[in-house]
């Protein structure tokens, strides 16, 4: 187990029509064990990465390699053996009980024509026992809270047995203490082993759990490294284009950005 | 929703022969049940096995297809597409079939088979063409459901301008058999056709079935099913063009039957099935029951003459629509 | 006393009333009243006329006013010189402008519910539009009569009518001893169509010595079932070369006795396709088929 789980080098990614394109040379790693953050403003390019990574976007240029593997050479399948990955956007057009939906998880690992076997059965009910939501597996998913529905996709991505999980914004809509919750989850997963790469806007609450945070801006890679090399007041002010000031909160122990009032009361 | 269990699908299976078994046995002829089960075996009364073999047997057979293509494509489709509202003829190609038909009539030529090949032909044509206009507008050819959607409904406003150019002038009868084609009809078909329909119904249904795993993922988005490791747009071109293929096969055997696509796999979803594999399973088999009534009813409502079993299947229309708006509301 | 007195007035009204009905009718009629309830006055003799039904178009011909005819319908064909006359379109809602085009003294029409806006607008524009049903026997006979009147040809006219009745007259005179068998006349297939009472068909049917099974229907094509044709089970089928081959190929019809004993009488549709001129000739024909062996032309 040696290497990287996810490589990205030099990525290009261009939307057709467009003069710039989305992603500009992104080089970073995935390493297994650790939580790795991908932060920046709207329009960064994270989404774009993880397009990239579904190869729903063409690479321009550059490669993208999964545990050694390149990309191209692996089909859609292989893929999603290897790595799980929790798209931003999810419709449950028509819902179906949890049980279900997580056993969707073992998708990649089926035979066309196989029923799930008893390996399979014991893989969704440990997936949904890691994610906390083994409770829950008779409930509808259109009855699920947002804290519960992102625990029960992170079952399901937990159900291919990959090592790698991939979240593009999980906890966008979830409260304060969903969100804490779900982030030491991932934290626990990562301690298991698995290569935790979590896109998202939430620098605070990256700070205090990603190892390494690849800070985006227009598509190039501002910044990589531990949460204190990349959130310098400076350098996140220009990128977000609002002034703002890092702190360092003891009870934390991580960094903490603080955006500022751009116009005082007069 | 309930909750199916196994006895359901005995059920439905009792009430599909139940409702076949009506379907031989009633007419302008009274035929008693027994000399059915007999004539159809071969044996009893000589004109009794011609009317059941020749009149009765054919009419519940293409009905039956009919209503299992039609169901399997519409929610293949629903699914595909994550959209309830999804039917067998969005990719024109009811349009397309129903120009090929009406061209076809308007040269003259009421032989059913040729009837039959212009009308698959002409939805060929048509699906071909949304997936070039869909393709064309879309960004980079990503198949983007809804850029699909509208590509049908485009070709399908030409297809209309189309048959209404060509029936314009025509000579009434032509007017009416065009007319009376596009309403549907499960009459009109002989032995040859209704063979060739159940050719492309099992082989495109099993094809579905086949797929029927990758439908499951695909209707959770096409990022996640990407991410299930769906290569999503092959998969999902395939499906469309099989959905098409089911449906334009059973428009050049009966003419436009429509909202069978559309309610069937509702029913059958709110019995209980959820993955699409027993999903199609029921459907083809609630759709084939369904029709099969409606044909009945088409013979049986207005006698002697027969109503097109389209407007039958309209009507189904309203309480389904009323039950939507109910749910959206 | 008064009820004497009423009494003389009412008598002396009634007859006063008689005697000016009475002078009415020495008048010869200015006026004439189509089946649209429409009234036309007589005029002069019309030198631009427009038929825009087969069935006049041929009695235009007939009675010897087809060279002014200046407009006819697509499918006004017969009789050949027909051919000449401009094609102006459809018979039903015609185009109000190319037959307005043609500056006709004379429109005649089908009264179809259809064309009532079409009369209305060419009557309008001036021109005298004569509205008739043609359905019936009789209804030709009614056209034939009305429309000598209008084009100033009554003579011609009433020979046309009476050599049309004397030839039905003596068919029917032929065949009225004669067993009546049941007889189905396929028109159309998909939907199928046949005739129903209303039809001038199921009357030459009669005239030739058959019963139509639907000619209890009063409309004038309806549309039936294969299976009600099955059950009624008419001794002889009636079509056109193009049914006959339908029939001839469709095992569903083959169950149909009449076709399992080959009595499918194929006629000429050009000859029964419009309540006209040839009805006479018509019904001699459908006799010959229905009654090969009393028959003979």
Redesign the interface.
């Known amino acids: 187990m040696t290497g990287p789980m996810i490589h990205f080098e030099d990525v290009v990614v261009r939307?057709?029509?467009q003069k710039t394109p989305a992603l500009d040379g992104a080089s970073f790693d995935v390493p297994r064990g650790a939580i790795t953050a991908v932060a920046g403003p709207n329009g960064s390019g994270k989404s774009t990465l993880?397009?990239a990574l579904?190869?729903?976007q063409p690479l321009e240029r550059g490669r993208i390699a999964i545990d050694g593997n390149d990309l191209s050479h692996l089909?859609?399948?292989?893929?999603?053996?290897r790595i799980?990955?929790?798209?931003?956007?999810?419709?449950?057009?028509?819902p179906?009980?949890v049980g279900?939906y997580v056993e969707?998880?073992r998708?990649?690992r089926?035979g066309?024509w196989e029923s799930p076997s008893a390996e399979d059965e014991q893989a969704v009910k440990r997936a949904m026992l890691r994610a906390g939501v083994n409770e829950f597996i008779d409930r509808r998913t259109d009855e699920l809270s947002g804290g519960e529905w992102q625990r029960v996709r992170i079952a399901r991505?937990l159900a291919?047995q990959g090592n790698a999980l991939v979240l593009d914004e999980p906890t966008t809509f979830l409260d304060m203490s969903h969100e804490m919750s779900l982030f030491e989850l991932l934290d626990s997963l990562a301690n298991d082993g698995l290569a935790v790469l979590i896109v998202s806007h939430q620098l605070n609450l990256l700070a205090r759990f990603a190892s390494t945070i690849v800070l985006l801006d227009k598509g190039r890679v501002a910044a990589v490294g531990t949460p204190t090399d990349v959130m310098s007041g400076p350098l996140l002010e220009s990128i977000y284009a609002w002034p703002l000031v890092v702190t360092r909160d003891p009870a934390a122990g991580a960094p903490a950005l603080i955006p500022l009032r751009r116009r005082t009361v007069s | 929703m309930i909750d199916h269990r196994s006895w359901h699908w005995s059920l439905a299976i009792l009430v599909f022969v139940v409702v076949c078994i009506a379907g031989i046995a009633t007419g302008a002829i009274r035929v008693p049940v027994a000399d059915v089960l007999r004539a159809l075996l071969g044996s009893g009364d000589t004109s009794s096995i011609a009317i059941v073999r020749d009149l009765r047997l054919p009419r519940v057979v293409l009905a039956a297809l009919i209503g299992a293509g039609l169901a399997m494509s519409g929610a293949a489709l629903q699914?595909t597409l994550?959209?309830?509202l999804a039917e067998p003829y969005l990719l024109g190609v009811s349009g397309g079939a129903a120009v090929g038909a009406v061209v076809a009539f308007a040269f003259g030529i009421s032989n059913s088979g040729w009837i039959a090949l212009a009308a698959f032909a002409g939805a060929a044509v048509a699906v071909l063409l949304a997936l070039l206009v869909a393709r064309a507008a879309g960004?980079?050819g990503?198949g983007d459901p809804r850029t699909l959607l509208m590509a049908g409904v485009v070709i399908g406003a030409f297809a209309n301008a189309v048959i209404m150019v060509s029936l314009a002038n025509a000579p009434p009868n032509t007017i009416r058999g065009a007319l009376w084609w596009m309403m549907g009809s499960a009459g009109d078909a002989s032995w040859q056709t209704i063979g060739v329909l159940a050719l492309s119904i099992v082989g495109g249904g099993a094809a579905l079935i086949?797929l029927a795993?990758d439908i499951?993922?695909l209707?959770?988005?096409?990022?996640?099913a990407?991410?299930?490791?769906?290569?999503?747009d092959r998969s999902a071109r395939t499906i469309y063009l099989l959905s098409a293929l089911l449906a334009a096969a059973t428009v050049a055997a009966a003419g436009l039957v429509g909202f069978v696509g559309l309610i069937v796999p509702h029913i059958v979803?709110y019995a209980g099935l959820?993955?699409h594999r027993p999903l199609l399973f029921g459907s083809a088999l609630i759709g084939a029951t369904l029709v099969v009534a409606a044909d009945l009813a088409a013979r049986t409502l207005r006698p002697p003459a027969e109503l097109p079993l389209g407007a039958v299947t309209a009507i189904l229309g309203v309480p389904f629509f009323l039950a939507q708006l109910r749910k959206a509301a | 006393m008064p009820v004497l007195r009423t009494r003389i007035l009412v008598i002396a009204f009634v007859a006063l009333g008689v005697a000016c009905a009475r002078k009415d009718a020495q008048t010869p009629a200015t006026s004439l009243t189509d089946d649209f309830g429409d009234t036309i006055v007589v005029g002069p003799r019309p030198t631009r006329i427009v038929s825009l039904n087969p069935a006049t178009t041929e009695i235009m011909f007939a009675i010897g006013a087809g060279d002014r005819l200046v407009g006819r319908t697509h499918w006004d064909l017969y009789p050949a010189a027909a051919a000449k006359v401009p094609d102006l379109g459809t018979g039903i809602r015609p185009n109000i402008e190319a037959v307005l085009g043609a500056r006709p003294q004379l429109v005649l029409l089908y009264a179809s519910v259809d064309n009532r806006n079409a009369a209305q607008r060419f009557r309008a524009a001036g021109v005298n539009t004569l509205s008739l049903k043609t359905d019936r026997i009789e209804h030709f006979f009614r056209a034939t009569q009305l429309i000598g009147l209008l084009v100033g040809d009554t003579a011609r006219a009433k020979l046309v009518a009476d050599s049309v009745r004397k030839s039905i007259e003596s068919v029917r005179a032929k065949t009225s001893g004669l067993p009546k068998p049941t007889v189905f006349w396929h028109i159309w297939d998909a939907p199928l169509i046949t005739i129903g009472g209303g039809s001038y068909m199921s009357q030459l049917i009669d005239i030739a010595g058959g019963t139509n099974i639907y000619g209890d229907r009063p409309d004038v094509s309806p549309q039936v079932s294969i299976e009600d044709v099955i059950k009624r089970n008419p001794t002889y089928i009636i079509t056109g070369p193009e049914g006959a081959d339908k029939i001839k190929k469709d095992p569903k019809w083959a169950i149909a006795p009449a076709v399992k004993a080959g009595r499918v009488i194929v006629v000429d549709t050009a000859l029964v396709g419009r309540p006209a001129v040839r009805l006479g000739e018509a019904a001699i024909a459908l006799a010959s088929l229905i009654h090969p062996k009393d028959f003979t032309r």
């Open positions: 939307y057709p029509g993880v397009r579904l190869r729903r089909t859609q399948r292989e893929l999603a053996q799980a990955v929790a798209p931003q956007r999810e419709e449950a057009a028509f179906m009980k279900e969707l998880g998708f990649p089926l066309l991505a291919q | 699914g994550r959209n309830g960004r980079g990503r086949y795993r499951d993922v209707a959770l988005g096409e990022e996640p990407a991410a299930l490791g769906v290569d999503v979803r959820r993955r």
